[in-house]
């Protein structure tokens, strides 16, 4: 019988001492606080206390467990552990935006964040090893995705990842190949934004290095994959989604959101004459990992119509595994809810400029798409889905509509 906290086994210490590092974190205090001005000798200078910004979560995590790194070697690497599985790492130039200008000049480097953390991770590679998940904010030029994919090289145990979508264009081909198969990446999120006219100069920041279309990277190690946010710039297309689709055919959960540059079924492109597909856009990623795919969301901030071999109606219901939908699609028709083998179970949203024109489905009209999506509600009752359909049609539907 232990007689000690140190003679416990591992999972009922490490359980106690994740409770107490929860409490302390919960405890400390969760914002930084900054001066209006610094105090002058044998002057009365009128001081009050600022909000500077909110402390990210491994910072916390950190402080929570100060105590408990001093312990023992076995302690040690718990709290590094419990600290590090996921890292925040931000721009610096948003730390304080109440800063007070002066007549010194005083330089700060909004990449010192990166650099420092590029440092450590150099000499102290176990460290890196701890990070399971990792997250990028605020660095978008050809510099910051370079000092970016240093970092990457040294968390051989990373599991999930945020990146800028800037780096599907100026990461190398070693760069992805290395992300991809030396570490256990299993989930990709990619995040566009607006940039100012100096992030977008340069022939650096404008340099593609197309790492998609290159052989060595193969994204089959990839369960979820997430693209969010809209930018001008070099933005996300249907023509890498299906660059990705030709590897990427292990996905469990498919994202796309915020975005105008992504369609659900694509627009017609140009092939190799090696390469008899026909499918682009969301669905070329949905129709490469039918077999393990189980939630689909697409909702873009432009929906626009297009016209391919693939119906979406036809197509997404022939998804065996899929039980979270949440898409919408430029036309909708009652063949969408027609099929009552489909494991959709909670609530599924459909969101739509009009009803479908396609084939044989022409003139459907609103009460058999209603009707068809109640009978499908009723039969998956029967076994315990508790199946809730959403649909919403036209132009108010949620995105603004372009058609052909």
Known sequence: MPTTIKDLPPEILFSILERGADLNAKDAAVFTYGLTAAPQPLQKVHLERYVRGRRPPDA??????????????RWHDWA???????????????EDPMTLLSGIAVYRDSFRSLKKTIDLFSR?????AYVRRIWFNGFFVAETDSYIFRILRHCINLQSATLPWTSIRRGNAEDWSTLLSRTALSSLELLAVDLKDS???????QRDERPLHDCQVEFGCLTRLKLSGDSDF???TDDD???IAKTATNLEEIHVTGTSSVTVDGKPLVLPRDDTSDSVGVLALAKASSRALRVLEFSPSRLTS????????AMIPS?????????????????LFSAATVRWAGEVQVRAAGLCRHGSLQGSGLREVVGTARSLMGALDVDGANLEIEISIGKKSGQAVEPD
Do not use: F
């Not at 102290?124 to 890196?128: F, L, S, V």
């Open 60 to 73: 916390l995590r950190w402080s929570a467990t100060d105590a408990v790194r001093r312990v023992n070697r």
């Open 124 to 128: 102290y590679p176990g460290i890196a």
């Open 241 to 243: 989604l299906r660059a």
């Open 199 to 205: 992030q977008k100069s340069g022939d650096a920041n």
């Open 319 to 335: 998804l065996p595994h899929l039980v979270n939908l949440s898409t919408s699609i430029p036309y909708v028709c009652p063949q």
């Open 306 to 313: 297009s016209a391919t071999e693939d119906h979406p109606c």
């Open 80 to 94: 590094l552990d419990y600290s590090l599985r996921e890292l925040w790492v931000e721009s610096g130039a948003l």
């Open 234 to 236: 070099m933005p996300v």
